[in-house]
């Protein structure tokens, strides 16, 4: 079995994690993140090389990228345009007809990514029952072809009403258009096989406008890694926690829209399997956002539809995405006086470059990462393992120059900066767990990511959490939860009947059929796999509701029934809702199924019972009330079992733990660090 890399892009620093099997070793790297993110990358395999690993030796590298987000909230994509059934050019516009900000007089929705005069309607319906009620209007596609033509559009959505029942219409539409134009083109029932036309057409839409942009960047990337001497297979990270092919993610670039952060999640998933706590709250704070995803039960929480720029005005995505909750709060999230003399904390960031101004490269605006330095919880001296020295003197200027604005002590504003901070990033745990009927205090916290260490207690702290785990080397988790993630391909199907009529060996037909459509595009990935993994899922709803509940299927055809399936249905909204209501029918609305190719992983080693010898070292650190004598610890010198009482700090390579005077910390067998929260 040959060795796995994986490479995770974030705003402000890129990290590369590497397995060998032969030896157990993980070995990682970081680097800044560049203007054109494949050369951060690339010059962090370089630095792999150079510590010894054989990055040509190498069989797997998965990749997980903001390129598709990016692209989607800078605007910066093709020129699409749309091909529809006549009679619903303008399905983008109209949507679902709501208003998210029911008393804002001046509410309006983002622009949708294809403009309306390129939207272009071609004769043709089928019908709900996927009968063809017209035929396709093959002259009226070819007027159209002519049009995009000339309008030199660079991409296609093609959306045509009732395609996820039958999508015979759409593949000779984009099969005419690719062949004729040489456009990147996209059919809406190859992302989605479900009902809801604006949805699936908004998915085309915006898979067009990505498509071109986000190819070009994986053939790049691919390109790359050969200079950096990595010559296996690349897979990227899908947004639903598995990894994508090439081919796959290149087609439908869409399924990335989340590719960043979801390793951290996979990887937080093996770290409560590991410490007996199934249930965990996966909290990763990087130098621009901070992150919140709920995995219950060992798997983390998914949504059907993803909106791309918010609910409130952004435009929906029909595909499994991790339920991923983001707030602008982040390292170098900049503190500003806002319209009314207040101090604000984001979203806007320093980035990586200027960065922070104790970053000593320009940077004119205190952020977060200033704030922790001035009130003493970062090492100037040993930032990222020494590798980086902080420049407290411009830190200490920028706060100062804002508490002059604010009318206030620069003591006080640092201490404020982190409060507001803990506060939004405590919002994103409040909407992943008590938003949706779970209790965080059932859950422990697995803290990463280069900041997250520093607030994960205060944020556990503010909602309630008693146990927070930072897993070893926190700063490059996303990278490092990378090599626990498999091959996935998700399927679903729109069912769309009542209990009442359904037969359970025809749902179990179905759900067998798009299982074997999963395992054979798994199968085909060119991958080394241990075997593979079905998982099947209903979403159900009561009569004449909107909105479905997902539930786990038992596989057998037993649990299929509809009485089981109503029992399963109502004990999960009884936990999300407190009530059920058996009196009301219940629908089968869609059917889902997981596919997961499981590949090799990396396997937690113990650690050895002794650890690195240090002198006790002591700084002023705030809490609370003041600064306070604070023993400052090296991680490596924490014996497995070992207890260490707040106040302290515990320094690492890549992050700063940050323990409070009423908690104590204690390192398990494998190395993960175990904070009781106190009062």
Same mark, same amino acid.
């Given at each position: 079995?040959?060795?796995?890399?994986?490479?995770?892009?974030?705003?402000?620093?890129?990290?590369?994690?590497?397995?060998?099997?032969?030896?157990?070793?993980?070995?990682?790297?970081?680097?800044?993140?560049?203007?054109?993110?494949?050369?951060?990358?690339?010059?962090?395999?370089?630095?792999?090389?150079?510590?010894?690993?054989?990055?040509?030796?190498?069989?797997?590298?998965?990749?997980?990228?903001?390129?598709?987000?990016?692209?989607?909230?800078?605007?910066?994509?093709?020129?699409?345009?749309?091909?529809?059934?006549?009679?619903?050019?303008?399905?983008?516009?109209?949507?679902?007809?709501?208003?998210?900000?029911?008393?804002?007089?001046?509410?309006?929705?983002?622009?949708?990514?294809?403009?309306?005069?390129?939207?272009?309607?071609?004769?043709?319906?089928?019908?709900?029952?996927?009968?063809?009620?017209?035929?396709?209007?093959?002259?009226?596609?070819?007027?159209?072809?002519?049009?995009?033509?000339?309008?030199?559009?660079?991409?296609?959505?093609?959306?045509?009403?009732?395609?996820?029942?039958?999508?015979?219409?759409?593949?000779?539409?984009?099969?005419?258009?690719?062949?004729?134009?040489?456009?990147?083109?996209?059919?809406?029932?190859?992302?989605?096989?479900?009902?809801?036309?604006?949805?699936?057409?908004?998915?085309?839409?915006?898979?067009?406008?990505?498509?071109?942009?986000?190819?070009?960047?994986?053939?790049?990337?691919?390109?790359?890694?050969?200079?950096?001497?990595?010559?296996?297979?690349?897979?990227?990270?899908?947004?639903?926690?598995? @990894?994508?092919?090439?081919?796959?993610?290149?087609?439908?670039?869409?399924?990335?829209?989340?590719?960043?952060?979801?390793?951290?999640?996979?990887?937080?998933?093996?770290?409560?399997?590991?410490?007996?706590?199934?249930?965990?709250?996966?909290?990763?704070?990087?130098?621009?956002?901070?992150?919140?995803? @709920?995995?219950?039960?060992?798997?983390?929480?998914?949504?059907?539809?993803?909106?791309?720029?918010?609910?409130?005005?952004?435009?929906?995505?029909?595909?499994?995405?991790?339920?991923?909750?983001?707030?602008?709060?982040?390292?170098?999230?900049?503190?500003?006086?806002?319209?009314?003399?207040?101090?604000?904390?984001?979203?806007?960031?320093?980035?990586?470059?200027?960065?922070?101004?104790?970053?000593?490269?320009?940077?004119?605006?205190?952020?977060?990462?200033?704030?922790?330095?001035?009130?003493?919880?970062?090492?100037?001296?040993?930032?990222?393992?020494?590798?980086?020295?902080?420049?407290?003197?411009?830190?200490?200027?920028?706060?100062?120059?804002?508490?002059?604005?604010?009318?206030?002590?620069?003591?006080?504003?640092?201490?404020?900066?982190?409060?507001?901070?803990?506060?939004?990033?405590?919002?994103?745990?409040?909407?992943?767990?008590?938003?949706?009927?779970?209790?965080?205090?059932?859950?422990?916290?697995?803290?990463?990511?280069?900041?997250?260490?520093?607030?994960?207690?205060?944020?556990?702290?503010?909602?309630?959490?008693?146990?927070?785990?930072?897993?070893?080397?926190?700063?490059?988790?996303?990278?490092?939860?990378?090599?626990?993630?498999?091959?996935?391909?998700?399927?679903?199907?729109?069912?769309?009947?009542?209990?009442?009529?359904?037969?359970?060996?025809?749902?179990?037909?179905?759900?067998?059929?798009?299982?074997?459509?999963?395992?054979?595009?798994?199968?085909?990935?060119?991958?080394?796999?241990?075997?593979?993994?079905?998982?099947?899922?209903?979403?159900?709803?009561?009569?004449?509701?909107?909105?479905?509940?997902?539930?786990?299927?038992?596989?057998?055809?037993?649990?299929?029934?509809?009485?089981?399936?109503?029992?399963?249905?109502?004990?999960?909204?009884?936990?999300?809702?407190?009530?059920?209501?058996?009196?009301?029918?219940?629908?089968?609305?869609?059917?889902?199924?997981?596919?997961?190719?499981?590949?090799?992983?990396?396997?937690?080693?113990?650690?050895?019972?002794?650890?690195?010898?240090?002198?006790?070292?002591?700084?002023?650190?705030?809490?609370?009330?003041?600064?306070?004598?604070?023993?400052?610890?090296?991680?490596?010198?924490?014996?497995?079992?070992?207890?260490?009482?707040?106040?302290?700090?515990?320094?690492?390579?890549?992050?700063?733990?940050?323990?409070?005077?009423?908690?104590?910390?204690?390192?398990?067998?494998?190395?993960?660090?175990?904070?009781?929260?106190?009062?």
């Amino acid at each position: 079995m040959r060795s796995t890399i994986a490479v995770d892009i974030g705003g402000t620093f890129t990290d590369v994690a590497a397995f060998e099997p032969g030896t157990g070793a993980i070995r990682f790297e970081k680097t800044a993140s560049t203007p054109a993110p494949d050369e951060g990358a690339i010059e962090g395999l370089r630095r792999l090389a150079a510590s010894g690993f054989d990055v040509a030796g190498a069989e797997l590298l998965k990749h997980g990228t903001t390129v598709v987000i990016n692209s989607i909230l800078e605007r910066k994509g093709a020129k699409a345009a749309l091909v529809t059934t006549q009679g619903f050019r303008d399905t983008l516009e109209i949507g679902r007809g709501n208003r998210p900000e029911s008393f804002n007089l001046m509410y309006a929705r983002s622009p949708s990514f294809i403009p309306r005069d390129l939207r272009f309607e071609v004769p043709e319906r089928i019908l709900a029952s996927g009968e063809v009620a017209r035929p396709l209007d093959l002259d009226a596609l070819a007027a159209v072809v002519d049009q995009i033509k000339a309008l030199e559009v660079e991409a296609v959505a093609v959306s045509f009403l009732h395609a996820y029942r039958n999508p015979e219409h759409e593949r000779m539409a984009a099969a005419y258009i690719g062949e004729h134009t040489g456009c990147f083109v996209t059919a809406s029932h190859a992302l989605s096989g479900e009902f809801r036309e604006y949805e699936r057409s908004s998915t085309a839409a915006i898979n067009a406008f990505v498509g071109p942009k986000a190819g070009s960047y994986i053939d790049r990337f691919r390109l790359g890694t050969r200079s950096g001497g990595f010559e296996g297979n690349v897979f990227l990270m899908g947004s639903a926690g598995g @990894m994508l092919t090439v081919e796959t993610a290149s087609e439908c670039p869409i399924l990335l829209i989340e590719s960043g952060p979801v390793g951290g999640a996979a990887g937080a998933a093996e770290i409560g399997r590991l410490t007996g706590n199934p249930n965990v709250i996966a909290f990763d704070m990087g130098g621009t956002t901070a992150k919140t995803v @709920m995995i219950e039960d060992g798997i983390a929480a998914t949504t059907p539809i993803y909106y791309a720029g918010g609910y409130e005005r952004g435009h929906p995505v029909q595909a499994a995405v991790l339920d991923i909750v983001e707030v602008g709060a982040g390292g170098g999230s900049i503190a500003h006086s806002n319209a009314v003399g207040s101090l604000e904390v984001g979203p806007q960031s320093a980035g990586s470059f200027p960065g922070p101004a104790c970053y000593g490269n320009g940077g004119n605006n205190p952020t977060v990462t200033d704030a922790n330095l001035y009130l003493g919880r970062l090492n100037a001296e040993n930032f990222l393992g020494g590798e980086m020295q902080l420049d407290e003197a411009a830190s200490r200027r920028v706060i100062e120059e804002l508490a002059d604005e604010l009318g206030q002590s620069p003591q006080s504003i640092a201490v404020g900066i982190l409060r507001l901070a803990t506060l939004k990033m405590a919002s994103s745990v409040r909407m992943a767990t008590l938003e949706k009927g779970i209790d965080p205090q059932d859950f422990a916290m697995v803290a990463y990511g280069g900041a997250g260490p520093l607030h994960a207690s205060a944020v556990a702290r503010q909602m309630g959490i008693s146990r927070v785990i930072i897993p070893p080397h926190p700063g490059h988790f996303c990278a490092f939860g990378m090599l626990f993630a498999d091959l996935q391909n998700d399927l679903s199907e729109t069912i769309g009947k009542p209990l009442t009529q359904i037969h359970a060996s025809d749902l179990e037909a179905r759900l067998l059929a798009l299982a074997t459509q999963g395992e054979k595009s798994i199968r085909s990935a060119g991958s080394v796999l241990h075997g593979t993994k079905a998982e099947w899922y209903a979403d159900m709803r009561y009569q004449n509701q909107e909105h479905t509940i997902k539930i786990r299927l038992d596989q057998s055809i037993a649990a299929l029934e509809p009485d089981q399936l109503r029992v399963g249905f109502e004990a999960a909204y009884q936990k999300r809702y407190g009530r059920s209501v058996p009196s009301l029918a219940v629908d089968l609305v869609n059917i889902r199924v997981t596919i997961k190719g499981i590949g090799p992983k990396p396997e937690f080693s113990k650690l050895s019972s002794r650890a690195e010898t240090s002198s006790s070292v002591y700084r002023d650190v705030y809490f609370g009330e003041g600064f306070v004598p604070t023993r400052i610890v090296p991680r490596a010198s924490i014996a497995p079992g070992q207890i260490v009482e707040g106040p302290a700090i515990i320094e690492e390579g890549a992050s700063t733990n940050v323990i409070n005077p009423d908690d104590s910390a204690q390192v398990d067998e494998y190395g993960n660090l175990l904070i009781k929260i106190g009062r």
